[in-house]
């Protein structure tokens, strides 16, 4: 069973930055993808960014030039999300989604628990 784990969340002032990690554990795993989603009470999910296995990304238009994802450099496993001039409406709990296969099981989107980003002015 695939199991996301996030790390990095918590307070910051606007202006500052954070970055956030997601671990993946399973095995065999075969990554197509890896996102960072957001959400805010009474808001749907909405996507920050994502790698494709290839490296290509896709942000939204209201993190771009701001943020940055990647994966780390020495485990494939390990998304990032560099946080930077963070703003008081970047506030939300970020949660990282995998998009892979383990062993020979399907494809499948996994999620992490989600962590609380809070930017105050």
């Known amino acids: 069973q695939v199991q996301l784990v996030e790390s990095g969340g918590g307070l910051v002032q606007a202006g500052g930055s954070l970055r956030l990690s997601c671990a993946a554990s399973?095995?065999?795993?075969?990554?197509?993808?890896m996102g960072w989603y957001r959400q805010v009470p009474g808001k749907q999910r909405e996507l920050v960014a994502i790698?494709?296995?290839?490296?290509?990304?896709?942000y939204a238009v209201s993190v771009k030039d701001r943020f940055t994802i990647c994966r780390d450099n020495t485990n494939d496993t390990i998304v990032h999300l560099q946080m930077n001039s963070l703003k008081p409406e970047d506030t939300a709990v970020y949660y990282c989604t995998f998009h892979c296969r383990e062993r020979y099981y399907s494809l499948k989107d996994y999620w992490g628990q989600g962590t609380q980003v809070t930017v105050y002015s």
């Open positions: 790698i494709t296995s290839g490296g290509e990304t896709n």
């Open positions: 399973g095995s065999s795993l075969s990554i197509r993808s």
